[in-house]
């Protein structure tokens, strides 16, 4: 009976520890022989049970080796056509975001915060929206400030947007105040491509346009939002001019002294220039529909990319756009 037992429990994936198990019990020499040799000496009245649980035995050892050697063939032919399926399977890529999504997300979400939405518009512009109704007439000098590639220039100049305050035309032509919005985006300029300049390059500009809005409300905005992206709000605004602003400004950020680096990106001053901003031109509301003497408003732009270059501490522009593996892989952890 106790063999029964060990033979019910009998487990082996090893055909080696199988075939000693069969020849334990039903070699030549094995138990099974013996027990059958034995079963002679067995008083008469004993012999039917005794026989019964020989049977048994036999039956049982028998079909134990089957089944573990059958089970044995399985598993060999699934490793044979698969791979061995019981192994852990390679770790599958993930893909990263890129970092101009990356920035352009949080720059996105801290406006969201104090109510700003998101505008978009064509990459493709008109004059009209990407010069003229920003207080760029023809001919005006300012217009060189921003080199442009055309798309057509007759009848009418169509041309890849060189900002994307035109969007903010776009947006100031169809909602009246009170507007807030920022409109992310893809611009284009005819520069030269090195390490700090590219022909496209990515935006967010800001527009908020109601009742009595001042200066201090654009300063405690920028104030706020430097805060938030840099964890840093030391920010001096510097006289500068823009066609469709005024008074203008641009904004340094005080990026401090502490490291080489800081050394290097700010030039021994500490203090690094992130944006433009402005009062909105009453000009620019005129053209848009909007009545300048019932509304006033400020507006502000920034390069994603070279926001992304401080946080990320990343010394060339072209990077952004090669697609290096080796370059992208280190933003996986961002989301
Ligand atoms: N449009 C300007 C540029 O592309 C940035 C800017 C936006 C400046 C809004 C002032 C106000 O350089």
């Given amino acids: 009976k106790?063999?029964?037992?060990?033979?019910?429990?009998?487990?082996?994936?090893?055909?080696?520890?199988?075939?000693?198990?069969?020849?334990?019990?039903?070699?030549?020499?094995?138990?099974?022989?013996?027990?059958?040799?034995?079963?002679?000496?067995?008083?008469?009245?004993?012999?039917?049970e005794f026989g019964k649980t020989l049977n048994e035995l036999k039956t049982l050892a028998t079909?134990?080796?089957?089944?573990?050697?059958?089970?044995?063939?399985?598993k060999q032919e699934e490793i044979g056509v698969y791979g061995d399926l019981t192994r852990p399977a390679e770790p599958s890529e993930i893909g990263s975001r890129h970092p101009i999504s990356i920035v352009k997300n949080q720059i996105i979400e801290i406006f969201a915060n104090i109510g700003f939405n998101v505008s978009e518009g064509p990459e493709i512009e008109d004059d009209w929206h990407n010069f003229t109704a920003l207080n760029l007439p023809e001919h005006h000098p300012a217009r060189d400030m921003q080199d442009t590639f055309f798309v057509q220039?007759?009848?009418?100049?169509?041309?890849?947007?060189t900002h994307t305050s035109s969007v903010q035309v776009r947006y100031m032509e169809e909602n009246q105040p009170p507007i807030r919005t920022i409109s992310p985006g893809r611009v284009f300029r005819n520069e030269d491509i090195s390490a700090r300049s590219h022909c496209i390059f990515h935006q967010v500009e800001g527009l908020y346009i109601d009742k009595k809005v001042s200066?201090?409300?654009?300063?405690?905005?920028?104030?706020?939002?430097t805060k938030q992206l840099f964890g840093k709000?030391?920010?001096?605004?510097?006289?500068?001019?823009?066609p469709f602003t005024e008074p203008s400004a641009e904004v340094d950020i005080y990026w401090g002294l502490e490291t080489e680096t800081d050394y290097r990106i700010t030039k021994g001053t500490g203090w690094l220039e992130i944006m433009g901003c402005g009062m909105v031109d009453p000009n620019v509301l005129t053209n848009c529909n909007i009545d300048p003497e019932k509304y006033s408003g400020f507006a502000f732009g920034m390069g994603i990319e070279r926001i992304a270059m401080l946080l990320y501490q990343i010394g060339d522009i072209r990077m952004f756009y090669e697609n290096d593996a080796r370059f992208l892989e280190q933003f996986k952890s961002s989301i």
């Fill in 153 to 161: 220039r007759d009848p009418k100049d169509i041309l890849l947007r």
């Fill in 63 to 74: 079909e134990k080796v089957k089944e573990l050697k059958e089970a044995l063939e399985n």
């Fill in 233 to 242: 709000s030391k920010i001096r605004l510097r006289p500068s001019y823009f």
């Fill in 215 to 225: 200066f201090s409300d654009l300063k405690q905005t920028l104030l706020y939002f």
């Fill in 2 to 48: 106790s063999h029964i037992k060990e033979v019910e429990a009998f487990q082996s994936e090893d055909l080696q520890q199988i075939e000693e198990f069969r020849i334990k019990y039903l070699g030549k020499k094995g138990l099974m022989n013996d027990f059958f040799k034995a079963f002679k000496e067995v008083p008469n009245e004993e012999k039917k």
